[in-house]
């Protein structure tokens, strides 16, 4: 689609957007099996929950601007997504696969911030305030879970470097 006016341009953000979160809902069952350390486990499948809980508030923002959920593929999340697939095939040793799977879940997650941080704004300037503070209430979620995956970071990663490191 073409955007021929500023609300046009958000409405085929909120449909990229959406793609993304659906297709989120379908990927993240599948890092939560593969995923070795049980708090990362844990953090994926709240995280799983909260997502379920982003493509509810995208519906409800397409029905604010009278509009019908729609998708536009989202490349981006199509590539991430592929690419995390991709190098969880090659890790054979859940330490491996968490660092793996917790470098994918943060592109995922500043992604999503970049995302919903410009469709608050665009929200804004339109005069869309309910939908603003919808964006930025999910903006806060994916933030708390980008800061989850930090902290769960430095001791999975420094236990996948001290276990696979060659000398």
Known sequence: MSARTFQELLIDELKDVYDAERRLVRSLPKLVKAAHDPALRSALENHLTETEGHVDRLERCFEQLGENPARKTCKA??????????????????????????AA????????????????????????????????????????ADKLLTVLSAELNTQAARTHTEM
């Open 77 to 102: 999340m199509e590539g991430i997504l592929e690419e995390c697939d991709s190098m969880l095939k090659e890790a054979d040793d859940g330490r491996l696969r968490d660092a793996l799977i917790i």
């Open 105 to 144: 879940a943060q592109k995922v997650e500043h992604y999503e911030i970049a995302t919903y941080g410009t469709l608050r704004d665009w929200s804004r300037q339109l005069g869309h305030s309910d939908i603003a503070s919808t964006c930025q209430t999910t903006l806060d979620e994916e933030e708390r």
